[in-house]
């Protein structure tokens, strides 16, 4: 029974706001329309199935609706940009490999800053590899956490407990380190009150399990 829920409660869900968006469009409310579009299409990212492998452009699109909906919450408090390379797009990566560094950037980097929040993302397209990265303005990291999360990541130890970065990051590396190994480098790069700099380093796959 709890399989089955687990199945049919969230295609339910995405159902009801398919529903509340056809309302809300026959009411004339626009705005509504398209902010239950963009959560439906939000939700159906996520419970999709098939490969974990998705383009940088679907990762992007999903990334880009979730960036709506922040901008929504925090207004014009953050300023965000998303630029990739065209070439880039095609590039297969684990699902749900940029999400977890942007919500940790908003959560932990963004979320008290009294200054005017930036929150940039690009994607640069480097001969067999691709860069993903995310950067903030926001509060940094202490000195002594980040040499010990940069001692982790050389020598290859799953990411810290702390709460600055949570499972979602710990979850982003190993899966990373699991289908690239020694091909794949996650750099951290980050100032105190400043900035926080996250640079992913990854092999281009333009299908499944072939690396070009």
């Known amino acids: 029974?709890?399989?089955?829920?687990?199945?049919?409660?969230?295609?339910?869900?995405?159902?009801?706001?398919?529903?509340?968006?056809?309302?809300?469009?026959?009411?004339?409310?626009?705005?509504?329309?398209?902010?239950?579009?963009?959560?439906?299409?939000?939700?159906?990212?996520?419970?999709s199935g098939g490969s974990d492998l998705v383009s940088v452009g679907d990762e992007v699109k999903h990334i880009k609706n979730y960036l709506?909906?922040?901008?929504?919450?925090?207004?014009?408090?953050?300023?965000?940009?998303?630029?990739?390379?065209?070439?880039?797009?095609?590039?297969?990566?684990?699902?749900?490999?940029?999400?977890?560094?942007?919500?940790?950037?908003?959560?932990?980097?963004?979320?008290?800053?009294?200054?005017?929040?930036?929150?940039?993302?690009?994607?640069?397209d480097e001969d067999h590899q691709i860069k993903i990265h995310v950067r903030d303005n926001g509060e940094g990291i202490p000195l002594d956490l980040l040499e010990t999360l940069k001692g982790n990541l050389k020598n290859a130890q799953p990411l810290s407990d702390d709460t600055k970065f949570g499972i979602g990051m710990k979850n982003v590396d190993a899966r990373l380190r699991l289908l690239f190994g020694e091909a794949y480098d996650f750099e951290i790069l980050s100032e105190?009150?400043?900035?926080?700099?996250?640079?992913?380093t990854l092999p281009k796959r333009k299908t499944e399990g072939k690396h070009v």
């Open 192 to 200: 105190e009150n400043q900035y926080t700099e996250i640079v992913l």
């Open 68 to 124: 709506y909906i922040q901008n929504l919450r925090f207004g014009d408090r953050i300023e965000t940009s998303v630029e990739v390379d065209e070439v880039a797009m095609g590039v297969m990566i684990p699902k749900f490999t940029i999400q977890p560094l942007v919500e940790n950037a908003f959560e932990h980097g963004l979320h008290e800053t009294l200054a005017k929040g930036e929150l940039k993302i690009w994607i640069r």
């Open 1 to 47: 029974l709890k399989a089955l829920q687990a199945q049919i409660n969230p295609h339910f869900l995405y159902n009801i706001l398919q529903m509340v968006g056809g309302i809300a469009l026959s009411h004339n409310v626009d705005e509504i329309y398209h902010i239950t579009n963009i959560i439906a299409d939000l939700f159906r990212y996520s419970i």
